[in-house]
């Protein structure tokens, strides 16, 4: 009897340390992860609320130090940048100028600047699914530069990763036409200036 | 040369350097940069045009980095977004 009792036990500690096998081991992963955080000096255990302001302030200089001076005045002023199309859509359109605004963590609208008609949203996320913040998403400067660097660098795979959708799915187009009215005066205004400056200069 | 890749709730962190130039660094460089993509990260390089107009381009592999780059920055690759 006792034998039998022994060998049940046995069987069992045995069953259960198959099944408990899995979550010790990932239990171990993640103490290990957080030491290596904490030697890295990242310290996931205390929130940080200036951590998020610091890593949009990184992600700005980054945006500034890789985009052209108007494209970074045009972001800081309106909260927007506007991209010219090169290729994607162009058999639709058979040779007429389009373009696309770029707005942090919302859907790339495509537009014609001639006549302001919205095009299309293609919905886009760069996600980070290491979440080392507990988060995937990346400060909105750092979204806007990656849409810009995936539209300058390869138009088409970006567009055809995208979701698609029509105007308004997403983006009020009330406010994007509200804001290429904003961009068409930011424009002349910044245009003036330059006038002005160069005569003064003269 | 930096690789620069963007983190959530941190902004860009510098996660190699070395000089392309040098066989050790360069061997360091293409690793890092393997590792990268093998995590699903797309890399792109920021480039000034001759009319001074700045672009990028996306690579795809560590010998279409031109040597002359000064920084490639990871960023996670595109997904679609909500549907």
Redesign the interface.
């Known amino acids: 009897m006792t034998v039998a009792l022994c060998a049940t036990a046995i069987v069992v500690i045995a069953l259960l340390w198959e099944v408990m096998l899995p979550y010790i081991d990932r239990q171990r992963q993640r103490r290990r992860a957080r030491r290596d955080a904490r030697e890295r000096g990242e310290g996931l255990a205390a929130y940080d609320p200036g951590?998020?302001r610091?890593?949009?302030?990184?992600?700005r200089e980054?945006l500034r130090?890789?985009?052209?001076d108007e494209?970074w005045e045009m972001y800081r002023d309106l909260g927007l940048l506007r991209v010219w199309g090169g290729e994607s859509l162009d058999k639709e359109l058979r040779g007429v100028p389009y373009a696309y605004l770029i707005y942090p963590h919302k859907?790339i609208v495509a537009y014609l600047p001639q006549t302001g008609r919205l095009l299309n949203e293609y919905?886009?996320?760069?996600?980070?699914?290491?979440?080392?913040?507990?988060?995937?998403?990346?400060?909105d400067s750092?979204d806007v530069?990656?849409k810009?660097?995936?539209l300058?660098?390869?138009e088409r795979?970006?567009i055809s990763?995208?979701?698609m959708h029509l105007p308004g799915r997403?983006v009020d187009p009330r406010q994007v036409q509200r804001d290429l009215w904003r961009l068409g005066r930011w424009e002349r205004e910044r245009l003036e200036r330059h006038r002005r400056a160069s005569s003064g200069a003269a | 040369m930096k690789f620069?890749r963007?983190?959530?709730?941190?902004?860009?962190q510098l996660i190699a350097e070395g000089d392309i130039e040098v066989g050790e660094d360069a061997e360091r460089l293409v690793a890092e940069f393997r590792r990268q993509l093998e995590?699903?990260m797309?890399a792109?390089i920021?480039v000034e045009t001759e009319t001074g107009?700045?672009?990028?381009?996306?690579v795809r592999a560590f010998d279409e980095i031109p040597r002359t780059a000064d920084r490639v920055?990871f960023?996670?690759?595109?997904?679609?977004?909500?549907?």
């Open positions: 951590r998020e610091r890593a949009e302030q990184r992600a980054l130090s890789c985009v052209n494209e859907p919905c886009v996320e760069f996600p980070d699914e290491t979440k080392p913040y507990g988060s995937s998403r990346l400060p750092d530069l990656a810009w660097m995936a300058k660098g390869d795979r970006l990763t995208a979701n997403q | 620069l963007m983190r959530p709730g941190y902004g860009e995590q699903g797309w792109a920021p107009r700045r672009e990028a381009e996306l920055i960023f996670p690759r595109a997904a679609g977004g909500a549907r």
